[in-house]
């Protein structure tokens, strides 16, 4: 079955990186974007950026532009998300989500997230 | 305007129907897709491009869209769908995805 399993918990201190892995299986990895998404205890979900299948691009919303980098291995079909200068603030669930779209007949477009990752939680204390 | 948003919270009583909405200018030109997600557990897709349920979520569960409004409704409400549930869409803009709030749905 379509899988996708992240690496564990971290504990970083401000200032430090913070490198999550997403492992997929059961699909061709290469076929896919993939995206991250991440949620602070108690808040909503807030959409972090996607690398594309050969994952030679990368698209980041501006507030993470800088201190974010998304790899990919496609030799052992595993993505990463790499955070740098951690703060308080970045203390969350980290999830990653395999994109998948379609354009109807109508040319009317749509993509959605399917399947997750379990979470990987990342605290940052000092 | 690139936010999508969802009043807070809803309730609903057992066995009746429910809808959780979502607004959003992006919405005029991109379908919503609408996640449940039950405490401490990763986001479950529920409805995708506008109206189409993933293969074991119940038909209980419907989408639809109207102008700038997409719609999650549940019809005959069970103790298991109460959850927060978010919609997403793609930003107008670029190929930038946002999604609203959230909606605690509590079922009495």
């Known amino acids: 079955q379509v899988q996708l399993v992240q690496s564990g918990a971290e504990v970083k201190k401000p200032g430090a990186s913070v490198k999550v892995s997403c492992k997929a299986s059961g699909y061709t990895f290469t076929n896919y974007y993939m995206h991250w998404v991440r949620q602070a205890p108690g808040q909503g979900l807030e959409w972090m950026g996607f690398?594309?299948?050969?994952?030679?691009?990368?698209g980041y919303p501006q507030k993470f532009q800088g201190r974010l980098t998304m790899t990919r291995d496609t030799s052992t079909n595993t993505d990463y998300m790499e955070l740098s200068s951690l703060t308080s603030e970045d203390t969350a669930v980290y999830y990653c989500?395999?994109?998948?779209?379609?354009?109807?007949?109508?040319?009317?477009?749509?993509?959605?997230?399917?399947?997750w990752g379990q979470g990987t939680l990342v605290t940052v204390s000092s | 305007s690139s936010e999508l948003t969802q009043d807070p919270a809803v309730s609903v009583a057992l066995g009746q129907t429910v809808r959780i909405t979502c607004q959003g200018d992006s919405l005029r030109k991109f379908y919503a897709s609408w996640y449940q997600q039950k405490p401490g557990q990763a986001p479950l897709l529920v409805i995708y491009?506008?109206?189409n349920r993933p293969s074991g979520i119940p038909d209980r569960f419907s989408g639809s869209s109207s102008g700038n409004t997409a719609s999650l409704t549940i019809t005959g409400a069970q103790a298991e769908d109460e959850a927060d549930y978010y919609c997403?869409?793609?930003?107008?803009?670029?190929?930038?995805?946002?999604f609203g709030g959230g909606t605690k749905l509590t079922v009495l």
């Open positions: 690398i594309n299948p050969s994952g030679n691009s990368r």
């Open positions: 997403k869409s793609r930003v107008s803009s670029a190929y930038h995805w946002v």
């Open positions: 989500a395999r994109d998948n779209s379609v354009v109807d007949n109508n040319g009317n477009a749509g993509w959605w997230f399917d399947p």
């Open positions: 491009a506008k109206d």
